[in-house]
């Protein structure tokens, strides 16, 4: 199985025609950012830019509105628009957290209807505010819906269970095999971004997560996936921590992806 670094765009302030060849010649290979929202002449320079650097797509997507048939029509409206893409696959922030279970059940269900003809593999995020704001929320829809995947980014389930998912290791296991793409931020039991995961004070919350991807990595190699995604998605102020006043960043965002992305692609390759 192959990983494909994915770099997004979140705190970066460069145009496309200037940070994608920095991206490329880091090892990115793909572009993970909202689309929905792109103006024309945006949109356009975007597309040449990544035709240019020889960058794929994997655009990030919400869903919005007040209820269930709002997300729904959302969801098929904005999926067309990703569509456009050609995407490696599409990673939705979908539903409310409030929702009920049936509610839960209802829009994954007809999101699979509206989605089954596309080319190209959907995943709803793990994330808070949404459906898949917790771990035990997660596995009841995933029972009821068995063909949903997952863009895993477990540093919020951190902070919704106010620790390092200390024994929930049978819930887990459950999840990881419905995981088709990573964000590879690492949270803790008061947030979900570490101040900067190389400090050795915050080891223990980056051994965790890597456990986690470990698992999921395993569980994907069994399902005989040819390769797998992995975006290091951490973000700029106020995920990042700042100073007191000056608000200035506790530590640097490019180096902290790019470091992130270095280490989990060589533990990558020490698997074999």
Known sequence: MQLDLVRHLWGVSEAPAVCFPKFRAAGFSIIETPVQWMKPDEESRFRE??????????????????????????????????ATW?????????????????????????????????????AHETHRGRCFYSPWTTLEVLEAVPDLWLCADFSHWCVVAERLLDGEDAVLERIYPRVRHLHARVGYAEGPQVPDPRAPEWQPAVEA???????????????????????????????????PYTRQPVANLWDICHWMAERQARRFAARG
């Not at 995407?87 to 839960?104: C, I, K, M, Y």
């Not at 059940?105 to 989605?115: G, P, S």
Request: with cysteine; charged share 20%; net charge neutral.
């Open 49 to 82: 830019a990544l035709s240019v650097n020889g960058l794929r797509m994997l655009p990030q997507c919400f869903t919005g509105g007040e209820g269930v048939d709002a997300h729904l029509q959302s969801f098929r409206e904005v999926l067309a628009k990703a």
């Open 209 to 243: 997560h890597e456990r986690w991807w470990d698992a999921i990595w395993t569980a994907q190699q069994r399902a005989g996936l040819a390769s797998t995604t992995l975006t290091p998605e951490f973000g700029p102020p106020d995920y990042l921590h700042t100073l």
């Open 86 to 122: 050609n995407p490696v696959l599409v990673n939705f922030h979908s539903g409310q957290d409030r929702w009920t279970q049936a509610e839960r059940v209802r829009f994954y269900r007809e999101a699979l209807v509206i989605a089954k003809d596309q080319p190209f593999l959907v």
